[in-house]
């Protein structure tokens, strides 16, 4: 923990955030030309600018089930229990989030309700009766996006630094200050400032590069484990397993991360000219690392972003990471979301492609989790599971993607579909 900040940081941080967000153009030239009375050369290049720009198209379209890509021959039943479960007695995640719509609340109280009570209705019928299916499109009205996937590593350790094992893991820094700048801007819904104090001034945490140097002298590690790729991956996807030498099996949990913008490593070899964009998935990563150990270290130090970490000792092995909502990930079924676009626990129907089999994916899931790199309209992110087979899915995930909200009749959309 740290102290409350004077009331001014929150100003320097709304400065910054403002600043970081803007980017002057240049200004285009244009051709000398005789201007109508009483319009200016300024006024002439709006008005044809106004004249290419299209306004952007809604977020949501309006569907039905019918119109939903293997609806009919789904497993409605576990897609349902799955839905409500999220507001259980045990956990209720959904209630413990303030933003929740009441609306999606009362739906899954209902599903709960229905599938414990004593008159049930078939799980697709209730589904029917109580929803809305709504398509997600692009600002130009495009269907079509990207689906990538993620999984939970499983990782060899240690708790001490010897032989291979020396590559450190990290818990939340001693001096890192994380600041949610909505407590006092609610404009800034979900944006953070992150940083140290050096004397009595708040600067930027340290990047990758100078944490690598310096950042062993000043923390204790959580663990260490053997391969500097597969540290760098563990963050990336901000969590999972290590087992340790005596056998014992212990869980990383997302814990925070540095303030520095994510850069994708894949995106940084394609434009160095070391892979293609069709090379650049996990296992063609790890084939270029291989061939050039002595460049790892500047690739990785390309990407800024530094997560931290904390042991998890709650959940039973048998359960997923917990994700960014507060709830056990489920293979197959949890998908990361842009939160700006949907609320988490929403139902979402996708139609995608398997990387591995080329077969159809259409499927409902639950947005349950998040991520620095999903950021859009028509955009998720896939969790396969645990392990290497996971790993080797996720990794290859790149896929074209549909996506349907699945949302309680009579609830107002989303705010950002508006």
């Known amino acids: 923990m740290f102290k409350p900040l004077p009331c001014w940081w929150a100003s320097v941080a709304l400065v910054t955030v403002i600043l970081s967000g803007c980017a002057s153009s240049p200004t285009p030239k244009t051709a000398d030309c005789v201007c109508p009375a009483g319009e200016t050369s300024a006024k002439i290049d709006k008005k044809a600018d106004s004249k290419d720009e299209k306004p952007a198209q809604p977020l949501f379209v309006k ?54 009570g004593n008159a049930l209705l078939p799980a697709q019928i209730w589904m029917e009766a109580n929803f809305d299916v709504w398509q997600l499109q692009q600002e130009d009205g495009k269907k079509e ?35 949610k700048l909505d407590d006092v801007y ?8 992150r940083g140290r104090l050096q004397g009595d001034a708040l600067v930027p945490f340290f990047n990758r590069a100078e944490w690598e140097r310096l950042g062993p002298d000043r923390e204790k590690p959580v663990v260490w484990v053997n391969d500097k790729l597969d540290a ?78 904390k042991e998890n000792k709650v959940l039973r092995p048998q359960e997923g990471p917990v994700g960014a909502m507060g709830v056990p990930l489920t293979a197959g079924l949890s998908l990361a979301i842009d939160r700006e676009k949907i ?64 949302w309680p009749k009579g609830t107002p959309l989303p705010e950002s579909g508006s």
């Open 186 to 193: 609610p404009e800034l819904k979900g944006k953070r400032l």
């Open 63 to 116: 569907s039905d089930f019918s119109e939903l890509p293997g609806w009919s021959s789904s497993n409605h039943s576990k897609f349902l229990e799955a839905f409500a479960e999220q507001c259980s007695a045990n956990g209720n995640a959904l209630a413990k989030r303030k933003a929740t719509p009441s609306g999606l609340l009362d739906a899954c109280r209902k599903a709960r309700h229905n599938l414990t």
């Open 232 to 309: 760098f991956l563990l963050q990336v996807q901000g969590s999972g397993r290590i087992e340790l030498q005596d056998g014992n099996v212990i869980r990383l949990s997302y814990a925070d991360q540095n303030g520095h913008p994510y850069k994708s490593i894949g995106k940084v070899l394609v434009d160095r000219g070391e892979l293609t964009a069709a090379q650049a998935t996990i296992p063609g990563i790890r084939n270029w690392a291989k061939a050039n150990p002595g460049k790892l270290e500047d690739l990785l130090n390309a990407n800024p972003s530094v997560v931290f970490f």
């Open 343 to 406: 609320p988490y626990g929403s139902p979402i129907w996708i139609t995608s492609t398997d990387p591995l089999t080329n077969k159809p994916m259409t499927q409902g899931t639950l947005a349950q989790d998040t991520g620095g790199a999903i950021r859009g309209r028509v955009r998720a992110d896939y969790f396969w599971g645990t392990g290497a087979k996971a790993g080797e899915a996720a990794g290859l995930t790149r896929q074209p993607l549909k996506m349907w909200l699945i």
């Open 145 to 179: 996006g990207l689906l990538t996937g993620y999984f939970e590593p499983m990782l060899k350790g240690s708790r001490k630094a010897q032989g291979a094992y020396n590559v450190p893991l990290f818990g939340v820094p001693s001096d890192l200050i994380s600041v």
